[in-house]
């Protein structure tokens, strides 16, 4: 018998949990994008680059809400892969499907589809 016959199968995760996991990895990465766009606009209306202002008075309105979003998202996606049942689970795969709310819109809309296809379940 071989070394490798006496290990213990991996558990797998299942896929409510692989997609929490998705949908929260992608909301980070998302709210992480908008915070960089912000200090990197403030950066440059402190250093006079020309035209930073009118960046600053469009970039912070427009993505603040965008960021607020992401808690809610990242909240009920964090909750999919702890495998706890609750409303802010189901509201989260609801925001995710939002086109403007959904972090990076080509991934968030499909995984927020697939959790609630899953949850339906």
């Known amino acids: 018998m071989t ?3 006496q290990t213990q ?3 797998r995760l299942e896929p409510i949990q692989r997609i929490g996991i998705c949908l929260l990895t992608i909301s980070m990465l998302y709210a992480a994008t908008l915070v960089a766009l912000n ?3 403030v950066v440059a209306v402190f250093r006079g680059i020309p035209y930073a202002f009118d ?3 469009l970039a912070c309105p427009l ?3 965008l ?3 992401q808690y809610p998202i990242a909240k009920g996606a964090f909750m999919m892969w702890r ?3 609750s409303p802010t689970v189901i509201w989260s795969a609801r925001l995710s499907c939002v086109p403007f709310a959904s972090p990076f819109y080509f991934l968030g809309i ?3 589809v697939a959790a609630l296809h899953r949850l339906r379940e």
């Open 55 to 57: 960046s600053l008075i």
């Open 63 to 65: 993505t603040l809400p």
């Open 9 to 11: 199968p991996r558990s």
């Open 110 to 112: 499909p995984f927020g």
């Open 83 to 85: 495998r706890e049942p």
């Open 3 to 5: 070394r490798y016959a």
């Open 39 to 41: 200090v990197m606009t």
């Open 67 to 69: 960021l607020a979003a």
